[in-house]
DNA sequence: GTGAAAGCGCTAACAG
DNA sequence: CTGTTAGCGCTTTCAC
């Protein structure tokens, strides 16, 4: 019997994990029946089929997902980029993009993009050219991944806004969260408060974030002035600090946070300036976290269906890499005001 | 010239990415050499390396991590199982581990465990038999995750509990939350409380957890009342809705968390019932999360190194996959009681 | 139905 | 220093 270089493992087991070829040989067929038995694709004998799969339990067999992929067989894997997992938005989209495509029977890695991160450093992630990729493109960090990843990848990304109409790219999903800045500001303003200040999240690009689009469309539709947004990072503290003066000024009624922990910053802040809230201040946050409900006082914030956002980008990728057998792409839900204690009516001496 | 089986490749470029035979032939020399040259182990030739080096930065080529490891080559990557990484305390380790396999050269993929996940899905997630792994098992689905594990793999974990000696598995990391969680009640019985209750968040095993265990340990040493123990979630939502009764009775004056979230949960309840925090009410979180300085009353808790023990995490396993070169595992900081503005004196009318 | 062959892209062990 | 060979474990062809 002449043993040829394909036919490799056939001696004595050694100490490394149960191969295709191990198995095998115990069932007495060919490595290639039990492929198919794994694979369940081609058609196999019953009795084979069965006493492959016998062996298979006995052998406490799995097969090696690198030699699969190696070997060019179906993948179903995704990889998310994304920079900051303990942000509510971001983990919720993350969540809703797990679920779908665990869904869908994909398995699914993270990769957290670190603020320096460069192009090298992306495309270092990728286990293989080609491989599957979903993107929570928030932040500049994630926008800038997304624009780094070599053209063959097959991407969808969660993208904080609508992509310019010229370079409309089809693979990305985003929250209308422009339309609802602006209804948060028109609602402040039909409290009586003369205008609205805008405390905003650090933006994604060089252009004017949504939000703070929203925040300025209401305000000038209702001929108020535009006071200047003040800029703060993602956390409570962030938004403590940018408003210590602001919020000393009596003739500040409505500010309009980027995110539900400015808010709470915003909150803190204005009882240290003796302020009352809603008495002498409004404040309204975004994303509708889960604390905002619970806080002193509730927090009236806009509802981000991130968890959608997330479903829906999955989706969006199924679709682009299976574009016959992945079902339709889902909605998600529009970004809505849930009114709480933390704002009302502007105070009696204003103006 | 004869083309043997191990020189595939030869032909035209077709869509695929450039491999390392591509590079080899254009810049004329032979696989192997690429391989040397990319790796910079063995000793390659200033001339040849540089040739090779330029070719690779022209044909864009990138190596395949598959075949890599595949091929048995070095691996450095990590995957970290977790079931939750909105969770203050699960993301917080998260990034200890992420930047700590990040700055040792190790890529990190982050594996996310359903409630329901079971032995077969966890075995499932390894792309090869021997990846090394971390787990974060702070709850039901990270235990058993952890145990669930083919013996095979090189694993560390956080764990919420010290291993029984007997079963001392000297790959696991944790916090003395036992001795934290004893402070924190001591100081409130300090304050003269005449008992301090405890709302629990889920275990991570059968027997008592740690935190509980030592709010146990503080009050039978000062000889107090132990009253049974409250079971909340995680959420704000959970602790609120955990607590609705027992905040009613003004015998209650002051009760210890699981965690910052419940608190928050728990001191909206408090409100509701008309008790004031801390005049009438003392509540005690866990972990320091980031908005726990800025609620209102701002959060007295206990501070955990949660980012310190992921990086011991990574650590450890860094010496388990090679005890020569990886550094020393660092320590991680003391739990450590930071005193706010949501516990104070026990009400006079007390008793 | 089943088996044998060839190769995915790479590293490791040998040659020279 | 460099090239050749033999695999890693699997999925494709293609034969029978």
């Known amino acids: 019997m002449e043993v040829t270089g394909h036919m490799p493992n ?3 087991p050694r100490s490394r994990s149960a191969s295709i070829w191990d198995v095998a040989r115990v069932a007495g067929v060919s490595q290639q029946t039990v492929s198919r038995v794994i694979n369940g694709k081609a058609r196999v004998s019953e009795e084979t089929r069965v006493k492959v799969l016998q062996v298979i339990e006995e052998m406490g067999y799995r097969p090696n997902k690198l030699a699969r992929a190696l070997a060019g067989g179906p993948v179903r894997s995704v990889t998310v980029l994304t920079s900051d997992t303990s942000l509510y938005g971001a983990a919720a989209t993350l969540r809703g993009m797990e679920e779908a495509a665990r869904t869908a029977g994909f398995s699914v890695g993270i990769s957290v993009l670190e603020p320096g991160s460069g192009q090298r450093d992306v495309a270092e992630r990728l286990n293989r050219p080609g491989e599957a990729v979903m993107v929570i493109a928030f932040d500049a960090a994630g926008v800038r991944a997304l624009g780094a990843l070599p053209p063959d990848v097959p991407v969808a990304a969660a993208v904080e806004r609508r992509p310019d109409i010229e370079t409309k790219n089809p693979w990305q999903v985003w929250l209308d969260d422009r339309a609802a800045a602006a ?19 650090p933006s994604s690009t060089s252009e004017l974030p949504q939000r703070t689009q929203g925040w300025m469309d209401a305000l000038r539709a209702a001929e108020r002035p535009v006071p200047e947004p003040l800029h703060g990072g993602w956390s409570p503290r962030s938004g403590y600090l940018a408003v210590r003066d602001l919020v000393a000024d009596p003739s500040v009624t409505a500010i309009l946070c980027g995110n539900d922990d400015l808010a709470l910053g915003v909150m803190r802040a204005a009882r240290e300036a003796g302020r009352d ?11 509708d976290s889960p604390p905002a409900a ?3 006082p509730s927090l009236t914030t806009v509802r981000l269906d991130f968890q959608g956002l997330g479903r829906a980008c999955f989706n969006l990728l199924h679709r682009r890499l299976d574009p016959h057998t992945a079902p339709a792409v889902p909605a ?14 502007a105070p009696r001496s204003t103006g």
């Open 277 to 287: 809230i809603p008495g002498d201040l409004s404040v309204v946050g975004f994303d």
């Open 332 to 345: 998600w839900s529009e970004p809505e005001l849930i009114v709480r204690e933390s704002s009302g009516p």
């Open 183 to 201: 209804h948060a500001t028109r609602y402040l303003l039909s409290l009586g408060h003369p205008t609205v200040h805008y405390l905003a999240i």
């Open 10 to 12: 056939q001696d004595a």
């Open 294 to 296: 619970y806080l002193n």
